[in-house]
């Protein structure tokens, strides 16, 4: 498993966008869906004013309306507990992964109407395709025969990676994908990595439930701790 990235023409550091002109109610505030409130918009100041408050974005349906989510239990992949199967370990030497060199197609491949329960809107695309050129949206890439074959995309803020959605096309790609986002995050001193809610998936490959109170309390340690210095 090689890694290559896009060269970025000045800096890592990300840009700090206009701050929000909303406010969000606390995520403690959440009703018993999860649901914290509707509406506000997705600019970059109000997309990381949610995540920095344990709270994100995902639209009613496929309409317009967004709703902000913080669900009790949270789901969260512990960057030492991330299961590595031993054939997962033999595909790991068939891909190449490649870091942010094409984020507009794994965003769009994450959008498939052919998937079962997509949730990611045009709206969704381009606000994180602009939180990406401000360098806060990242996406993690497996490779093969010079053709994308799966991937991953989410938010970095500090310590915090919160991970939206993931595909595949060959088998195992979006797995691989996955270790090398664990191994980037744990090798540069990242501690939490998001992922919303488990699946019977996600939970074979570690992940757990925790409650929204003890995420916050990891929440607010993550955010504290410097950048990731993404390739």
Not at 21 to 35: H, K, Q, Y
Not at 101 to 112: P, Q
């Amino acid at each position: 498993m090689s890694v290559a990235s896009r060269a970025r023409a000045s800096t890592t550091t990300a840009e700090e966008p206009p701050p929000s002109r909303w406010a969000f109610p606390p995520a403690s505030d959440a009703d018993d869906n999860g649901v914290v409130g509707i509406g506000a918009d997705l600019e970059p100041g109000t997309l990381l004013a949610a995540y920095r408050a344990g709270i994100f974005p995902m639209p009613i349906g496929r309409g317009p309306r967004i709703a902000w989510w913080s669900p009790d239990p949270r789901g969260i992949l512990p960057l030492d507990s991330l299961r590595v199967s031993r054939s997962l370990r033999a595909s790991l030497r068939r891909f190449e992964i490649r870091i942010d060199t094409a984020f507009a197609e794994v965003i769009e491949a994450c959008a498939s109407p052919e998937r079962e329960g997509g949730w990611i809107t045009p709206d969704i695309i381009r606000a994180y395709t602009r939180l990406h050129r401000l360098g806060w949206a990242h996406s993690v890439e497996a490779w093969a025969d010079g053709t994308l074959a799966g991937g991953l995309y989410g938010v970095s803020i500090g310590g915090l990676f919160a991970g939206e959605s993931m595909f595949h096309r060959r088998r195992d790609a979006s797995k691989v994908a996955l270790v090398a986002l664990v191994d980037l995050l744990a090798g540069n001193g990242a501690s939490l990595l998001d992922v919303q809610w488990t699946t019977p998936h996600l939970r074979s490959l570690g992940a757990i439930d925790v409650s929204r109170d003890r995420y916050l309390e990891l929440l607010a340690e993550a955010i504290d701790r410097p950048p990731v210095p993404w390739p």
